[in-house]
């Protein structure tokens, strides 16, 4: 049966998430068989895809970190996923107990599960909402609530972006939300990369999540870096996630292996 | 999600070791030995670790204190190593690799790095090893499960949501199905459904149930002059004072300016008028929209019945077959549903669709009534009168038929067929001696109103052979005074060709004889209820105004006919006051034209 217009869309679990597939990458128990036979098929295809992901997760940490050096106060985690473990509330509210952190992620499941999480925390919350809306995420009641425009805020879209196909028009939504933010804003992304890959690999990595809700859009760093239009990349630009402000020398070691780009940029003005 | 329990400060069991550090136990930072250093980039990359490298060493460090103080003491305590275990997975170590890499390294390292010494080292090892790989896998256990569960509880949760929000949409959905969007009352469907259910729920057969249909007056003036946005916040406004007026019963709009009241369990017909009263002081209220007042008033149609052998689509359509009564009655009113007269209508209405058919089959037919001379009684003319024989109502008179033929146009048609015919017939009749009579036919206002009469009539004239002033038109007074410039201009058209046109009923309407002097008109048929009149002597007054109005037509050069003489006495008056010619059943009645020519000859 067709489905009529006007019924919002299900909860379909016999379908793998990203969002689960990445929490199991990461090494926790948040999914379900479907989620770990595609995890599992993505690793036997490429077998650091759990290093990548755990690179991405701790580009993700250093970068907070380094937004809470830098004073920010408030951030809008679009793509937020499956509350694992350091989330970007508990690292930015581990520095600094008065930030405030909006989530936002489209998968219900991965909603439903922050929601629990963060019961209790009046200084986070979660949205249900697309990236490829951004008017409404800036417009949500809890957005507005949580976070002051007018004031510096952190956009992280980190591991989010190879989800977003150049037909919903990337850079124009990443524009509608630099426009919403005041000056001394930054904005964080990351995502999976196929420089220096081989044509197989990439080719079984997009095989395997077509048969998710989000199909996978492999860039380049060029086009990345590109996404970062109107903000000032802060050092050392866009890199491999691993160099970007390593901790201690060796975490930069074999970078590329992390398959994933990433950068921070400021709203300069 | 969460930070680790303990990851601050875990006290350790027993003395400290001699080989640790002072204060390792209180968390303080004190840099971490090889050994620990070595366990960190052995677990590193098994799991996502939240911490940074140096913060993953201070732990581990904390940890090896811990199991170096465990060898040293006496006894040798498990349950440390169950703690560490522990421990390790709280602070996210917590895959299968980790606790192999940890085992791993413990064993191969740890005493040696830590260069502990002891006979049997390497026994109180093995069981401490033993204790924390039995910590880990119970805490790794655990945890899988608690995650396991919130992920289900959160897909639960999410899956129930989604259900809450597609019934509220369907809600949504429902809603705007069965709701009128302008002014939010029930649509069509609803009332239909409400309608269907009160009818046909057991037991109901019993109860009565009524239905109001109710149509504002003129509203169509309403809209026209003010607009239509005017128009519609009137019927917000009227749709509100219904609902408020009629709390308790369901209100619907059916479309434009239609509503309709169901009323369930009613005590009988007495209910239903109290609930159109109610209803129709409701509209009465004048109403400010847009700066406007506007006073509109309404009609009303009830039904009201047993519910036993009704059916919602014959309850709709006599409530809506009464509320024309209402509105032909003059409107302002309510209406009672009347069966008989119900029928009727419906008869009617059922012979009217059967004119088509009834032309194709050549079911009707031409009777003719002459029209005689009041001087020599010579039949100058004769009237058309159409017949039908019916298949199954034998035959029909015209006032069964023709009323609706109007109504609905087919007048049109079988107008043209009696024109037809009576051309056709009338060409054929000659007498031995005078001239032959013209023929009569009445024409309805639509026919004259159509543009192509005249080509019509000429195009008849032309095929049949009639001579134009053998044939007479006969168009009433209603129909000349309701007809524009136009058809005005074809019938003179057809007067110049030769044509005669005659006023029917004259007197029955205005009776304005002024207008008469700009028309192409040649006769004057003087309505039967004057003629009537005459009949009883003491009726002088019906006789002076008989006698002025022939007079008149006289000096406008008419000829006059006077309609339903019965009488030998009433055509002996009539011609006493100089009227030309008399139709009725005195002058003989309608029948075959060859009957009237056979006694003329
Ligand atoms: C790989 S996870 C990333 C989680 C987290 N940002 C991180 O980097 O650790 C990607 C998440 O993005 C979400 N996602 C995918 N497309 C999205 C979109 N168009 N709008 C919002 N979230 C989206 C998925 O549901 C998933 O939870």
Known sequence: ?269 | MGEPPGATAVPVAGPPAATAAPGATGGRAHRPSAFARAWAKAVSGTSYLPMTQAQLEALLQRLTDQLAAALAAEPLDLRVGHRVGTELVAAHIASAEGLGRTVEVVQLRLVRDLGLVADDVEDRLARLLAAVATGYARALRDRTLDEQESIRRAAMTARAQAERALRASEARFRHQATHDPLTGLPNRTLFTERLTAAINSPGRGAERVGVCFLDLDRFKVVNDSHGHRTGDALLVIVADRLRRALDGYLVARLGGDEFVILVEHTGGTDDMVAVAEAALAAVREPAVVDGHELTVSASVGIVERQVAGASPGDLMRAADSTLHWAKAAGGVRWALYDADRDRQELARHALSAAIPAALERGEFYLDYQPLASLHDGRVVGVEALVRWRHPELGVLRPDSFIGLAEETGLIVPLGGWVLAEACRQAESWSTAGGAAPYVSVNLAVRQVDRPGLVQEVHGLLRHTGLPPERLQLEITESTMMSTAAEPVRALRVLADLGVRIAIDDFGTGYCNLAYLRDLPVTELKVAGEFVAGLRAPETRADERILASLVSLAHALDLTVTAEGVETAGQAERLRAIGCDAGQGWHFGRPEPAERILERIR
């Open chain 1, 1 to 269: 049966m067709q489905r009529p217009d006007w019924a919002p869309d299900g909860i379909d679990i016999e379908r793998p998430s990203v969002a689960r597939m990445y929490d199991y990458y990461l090494g926790g128990s948040h999914n379900f068989a479907v989620d770990r036979a595609a995890a599992q098929a993505m690793v036997a295809a490429v077998p650091e895809a759990p290093l990548m992901a755990q690179a991405n997760r701790a580009f993700l940490r250093r970068a907070v970190q380094f937004l809470t050096d830098a004073g920010v106060r408030q951030f809008l985690d679009i793509g937020s996923g499956i509350p694992t473990v350091g989330n970007v509330h508990e690292i930015a509210q581990r520095n600094a107990p008065d930030a405030r952190v909006v989530y936002v992620d489209v998968d219900p499941v991965a909603v439903a599960h922050s929601r629990e999480i963060l019961d209790g925390n009046d200084r986070a919350a979660v949205v249900q909402e697309d990236l490829r809306h951004p008017e409404r995420i800036l417009t949500h009641p809890d957005v507005r609530r949580l976070l002051d425009f007018d004031r510096p805020v952190a956009v992280m879209v980190v591991a989010v972006l190879h989800f977003v196909s150049d037909d919903d028009r990337p850079a124009e939504l990443l524009r509608t939300l630099r426009a919403a933010l005041a000056p001394g804003s930054y904005l964080v992304l990351s995502q999976a990369s196929a420089d220096g890959r081989s044509d197989e690999e990439r080719a079984e990595a997009e095989r395997i999540y077509r048969s998710t809700d989000n199909p996978l859009w492999i860039r380049s760093r060029g086009e990345l870096a590109a996404l970062f239009d109107g903000f000032e990349l802060v050092e050392p630009g866009v890199v491999w996630v691993p160099q970007w402000r390593p901790e201690s020398a060796d975490g930069a070691e074999d970078a590329e292996r992390s398959a994933f780009i990433g950068g921070v940029g400021r709203l300069g003005g």
